[in-house]
């Protein structure tokens, strides 16, 4: 079974620390790798997606890392701020271009001024 | 920038009534997706839409659930009797791809969710 698994389930930094957020998935025949970010209650919002031949994809102070071969992604924050508190989801695409994706259950993030 | 956009933002019904939750994507994506969320659990996919017809359902997605793109702009999921398991946030999403640029085209875009209480 296709699962994606998300540790820590919660993780509570002061504000300007970097940090690493983490993600591993059974199946490393991946299509692509997709992080969200969810505020309470709300939608999600695309932050990054990575391509299965890719290694990297950075926006801002954002910079998510793929290791197909060992089942693991790495979503890094740098100069974290009290705005980064949020969920942050990872999800996993096997299906291709229209395939579904298969979530993690997350990691809450709290940065504390 | 163009966003997903769905309505209503929370609905209320009794067990056993029909729903009908409505999204409108992105206007030149072509990939359309509903997606829930069970309070305290993962988002999970329930079916995947594409030239009007649908591309691909997850067993949850049973006969009780339907999808329809009614006209050019809109597309909705529809329960026909309502159970208390359904409550839950449900999201739409849609993507463009196709495009040359697979980060670009390939990114799911989600909505604000809708949360449906079933009483």
């Known amino acids: 079974k296709q699962e994606v698994t998300q540790i820590p389930a919660a993780l509570s930094v002061p504000e300007g620390e970097n940090l690493v957020l983490n993600c591993s998935f059974t199946?490393?025949?991946?299509?692509?790798l997709q992080w969200f970010r969810q505020d309470p209650g709300k939608g999600l919002t695309s932050l990054l997606l990575i391509q299965s031949s890719q290694r990297e994809q950075t926006s801002g102070r954002l910079n998510a890392s793929l290791d197909k071969s060992s089942g693991r992604s790495t979503l890094y924050i740098a100069a974290s701020q009290p705005g980064d508190s949020a969920t942050y989801l990872c999800?996993?695409?096997?299906?291709?271009?229209?395939?579904?994706?298969?979530f993690g259950k997350g990691t809450k993030l709290s940065v504390k001024p | 920038e163009p966003e997903v956009t769905q309505t209503p933002s929370h609905q209320v019904t009794q067990m056993g009534q029909e729903v009908i939750l409505r999204c409108v994507p992105i206007?030149?994506?072509?990939?359309f997706y509903w997606y829930r969320q069970i309070l305290g659990q993962k988002v999970e996919f329930l079916v995947s839409?594409?030239?009007?017809?649908?591309?691909?359902k997850s067993e949850i997605f049973d006969d009780q659930f339907s999808v329809e793109r009614p006209d050019g702009s809109n597309f909705t999921l529809k329960i026909r009797s309502t159970k208390l398991e359904d409550s839950a946030m449900y999201f739409c999403a849609s993507s463009e791809s196709g495009g040359l640029r697979l980060v670009v085209s390939d990114t799911q875009y989600f909505g604000p969710g809708t949360r449906l209480t079933v009483l």
């Open positions: 839409f594409y030239n009007n017809e649908i591309s691909e």
């Open positions: 999800a996993v695409n096997y299906g291709g271009s229209q395939g579904n994706l298969i």
């Open positions: 199946d490393s025949a991946i299509y692509n």
């Open positions: 206007s030149n994506h072509l990939y």
